[in-house]
């Protein structure tokens, strides 16, 4: 009997083996998505809408992060490599080049809309309107130590006050994501450089150490990275109210009754003004797309119609109910129009 | 003056209190202990389950819908395509103002029209597929609301926070009660979440999808690891020399057993995908990659079991006439196999519970049709956990912790099993 079961065990390892053989071979009926986690809610619910909506199966949308969506993307063209790659940030040239390396020679970009950063604290403590200048000098690792920041020291601040007078007394404490984070980049590329701006010495220096100096956050406890779950931070937030998080905009949408945006240069995150601009700290969001693909893989075409559709992406569209904020008519007419016309990417 | 020599029972009274003191005192501390891991248990439990329980309730609304044929079949000629296409969110939008037909203004209009889920559009699409005669039929169907109200009927919305403060305003709190006090509001079962694949509306996702890739990838696990455990168990116990080599093989199969399972990704994607060329993001690599991970587990515990089958029964096996292999198949195997299914169900388990090796292989993602092999896009269990804690919807938390609980009713129903197994066929000698 026992000799039975162990024949039986061993066919079935065959079996499995030999699946696995055919597998590779499979010919793929489905989208297959990587990419930003931020964008990942959006392209979600376009994803589920389109599967549940046309004869087609529903995309498989993976959770890599921009960078890792992008290099999943360019490693080649075939059904083993993805087609579509969401993205928190620009393409870069580099990765446009290892694109081309590996033969993905064409590539069409859909600017699907803006995401805004909030720098948030718990609505039981008081909401701070604060300036890039003040949360440079708060959270970067040297700062200025005269006033045109050609001297520079260790961070030496512990409270807000000691950032700019007009603040209270409120120890330094802020969450913020890891430097894998698409949120991560863009948050210094839009706060940290901007406040940096101010200071003529640091402004005249050359890009890479200007770059250090105002992107390197400081690490004695003032500044934490909280890793890239936002809820995380959400929770954190509501635990201790002295803390301050930075998060992605949908997230302080979504927990208004918890926590309160501080305003960024007198402009609080709102829906309204990150549409039209006027709050400074929002980043375009991307979804890249493999044009070998669009003929290989079935209902491309047509997803990419539901992404840009008014009922989709538009100002009362579903995906403005999950906290996308979209972008201005003509822009979206200009981007769904690239998008049908096939336009390649131009950097 | 010597004192006289102590006799022995004094030599005893002289330390018997403090002895006795010693030993109630680490009795007291190994009480501690346990008694500060139940109160963690417990608080993880209480945690748990009254954040999650409320996920097996959803909240539905009663709406009068009526199948317009102008919507839905304009030319009236019942053709698939058409009714396929047909705009059905026309439909649940006419349906909802017809509750409230004093409601004005285009925002206004707007909102109350998202009282329902949106998942209603798709449910009035399958009804009108499944039975085209519905078409022109007026009729109350019961669909699930919102998510955002559906916290507030659980009772997750403070309505004494000033409005700004609230997901929903004063206007749509009004709108629900007004609901139900017309009795249209009920609360039931959530079948839904034990039915369904993953969705970004929280009252339409479910854990089917990802149960089921967590069992097609446990039955890859079990087919190639258990066989494989449990052949490199016996031989190595019972054929192979003990020399260098044999040794230097136990020793990496005890590394192995402690090596982070995120390094069995990184191998099975370097492997399995790139170089095998499977899909990513299947059961089939997933359940590979926990093979690799469960397999010196089970090695292990299988040789553990061997060892304790005593050599007599070898001996008078071998004593008898049998051969080596029929020693080993017809006697010493049945001896040691339920210590060897226990370690084989522990490895599942653990397995079950896994999510750092899914993570390099594609298995962290959205899939919303539920897997019907092995080859087919899946996530699993505790990755779908990890999806929706990551979620900035209030509702996928409580959602999240209902999920946790049913992981961890397989996890104890799988141990418990293993303890069972253990307890009726075990024989100590």
Not at chain 1, 37 to 43: D, H, K
Not at chain 2, 112 to 127: D, E, I, N, P, Y
Not at chain 2, 299 to 310: E, F, K, M, Y
């Amino acid at each position: 009997m026992y000799r039975k079961a162990m024949l039986t065990a061993a066919a079935v390892a065959l079996a499995v083996a030999g699946l696995a053989t055919s597998a590779a071979a499979q010919q793929r009926d489905y989208i297959q998505i990587v990419g930003s986690s931020t964008v990942y809610p959006f392209t979600t619910v376009v994803a589920e809408q389109f599967g549940k909506t046309t004869k087609f199966k529903t995309p498989k949308v993976e959770s890599t992060g921009s960078g890792g969506g992008l290099k999943l993307f360019c490693a080649g063209v075939g059904v083993e490599h993805p087609d579509l790659t969401n993205s928190s940030r620009r393409i870069k040239n580099t990765e446009v080049e290892r694109c081309g390396k590996n033969g993905v020679k064409e590539i069409v970009e859909l600017k699907v809309g803006y995401d805004g950063i909030a720098v948030a604290n718990s609505k039981k403590s008081k909401a701070l309107s604060l300036t890039p200048r003040d949360l440079f000098l708060a959270l970067a690792k040297d700062v200025p130590a005269n006033a045109d920041g050609s001297k520079r020291q260790a961070n030496p601040h512990k409270t807000w006050k000691d950032v700019n007078p007009k603040l209270p007394a409120l120890k330094i404490e802020v969450l913020g994501p890891p430097p894998t984070s698409g949120t991560r980049d863009a948050f210094v590329e839009l706060v940290m450089d901007a406040g940096c701006k101010e200071f003529a010495a640091i402004e005249k220096m050359s890009k890479q150490p200007r770059r250090a100096a105002c992107r390197t956050m400081r690490e004695d406890g003032h500044f934490v990275e909280a890793g890239e779950n936002d809820n995380l931070i959400v929770q954190k937030l509501d635990a201790n109210p002295d803390a301050f998080g930075i998060f992605g905009f949908s997230f302080l949408d979504q927990n208004t009754d918890k926590l309160q945006g501080a305003s960024i240069n007198g402009v609080k995150p709102e829906f309204e003004t990150i549409a039209d601009g006027s709050y400074p700290v929002s980043r375009p969001l991307y979804v890249y797309i493999k044009k070998a693909h669009l003929d290989v893989i079935s209902g491309m075409r047509e997803f990419l119609a539901e992404y840009t559709s008014e009922k989709a992406w538009g100002e009362d569209g579903y995906l403005s109910d999950k906290g996308l904020i979209p972008m201005p008519k003509q822009e979206r007419q200009q981007f769904s129009s690239d998008v049908k016309n096939l336009k390649n990417l131009a950097l | 003056m010597a004192t006289p020599p102590k006799s022995t029972i004094e030599r005893v009274r002289a330390t018997l209190a403090r002895r006795n003191r010693a030993e109630r005192r680490f009795k007291n501390l190994g009480r501690a202990a346990v008694l500060l891991g139940l109160v963690f248990l417990v608080l993880m439990f209480v945690n748990i389950i009254s954040t999650g329980y409320p996920a097996f309730w959803q909240t539905y609304v009663k709406l009068p819908v009526y199948f317009d044929p102008q919507v839905v079949d304009p030319q009236g000629n019942r053709d698939r395509e058409t009714l396929g296409s047909a705009d059905y969110g026309a439909l649940v939008k006419a349906s909802v103002r017809s509750l409230f037909p004093e409601v004005e203004g285009r925002r206004d209009r707007r909102d109350v029209a998202k009282l329902a889920s949106r998942g209603t559009v798709f449910q009035l699409r399958r009804m009108v597929l499944a039975d085209p005669s519905l078409v022109g039929v007026r009729t109350e169907i019961w669909v699930p609301v919102d998510d955002d109200y559906d916290m507030l009927h659980k009772g997750n919305v403070d309505r004494t926070l000033p409005e700004a403060d609230r997901r929903l305003s004063d206007r749509k709190i009004g709108w629900f009660d007004r609901l139900i006090a017309e009795g249209r509001i009920e609360s039931r079962f959530n079948a839904t979440f034990f039915q369904a694949g993953d969705s970004r509306e929280p009252e339409l996702a479910g854990i089917w999808g990802a149960a089921m890739g967590s069992f097609f990838m446990l039955v890859v696990t079990l087919s190639l690891s258990f066989p494989l455990g449990v052949a490199t168990a016996v031989y190595l116990e019972e054929f192979a020399p003990r020399n260098r080599v044999t040794s230097l093989i136990e020793v990496n199969i005890n590394n192995l057993a402690a090596v982070p399972s995120i390094v069995f990704g990184l191998l099975g994607l370097a492997v399995f995908i790139n170089l095998f060329g499977l899909p990513r993001s299947a059961p089939l690599v997933g359940g590979l990659v926990l093979t690799l991970m469960t397999l010196p587990t089970i090695i292990i515990a299988g040789r553990a079991a061997l060892t304790s089958v005593p050599p007599s029964i070898r001996e008078a096996a071998l004593g008898i006439g049998a051969s080596k292999l029929q020693m080993i198949v017809h006697h010493v195997l049945p001896l040691a196999m339920p210590g060897m299914l226990t370690g084989t169900i522990i490895g599942m388990a653990r397995a079950l519970g896994e999510t750092a090796p899914l993570l390099m292989i594609g298995m962290v993602a959205f899939v919303v049709d539920i897997p019907q092999s092995v080859t087919d896009a899946a996530t699993a269990l505790p990755v779908q956990i990890f999806l929706w804690l990551d979620s900035p919807e209030r509702a996928f938390v409580e959602r999240a912790s209902a999920a946790i609980m049913v992981l961890l009713a397989f996890l104890i129903a799988m141990n418990a099993l293993a303890i069972v197994l253990r307890r009726r066929f075990e024989r100590r000698w």
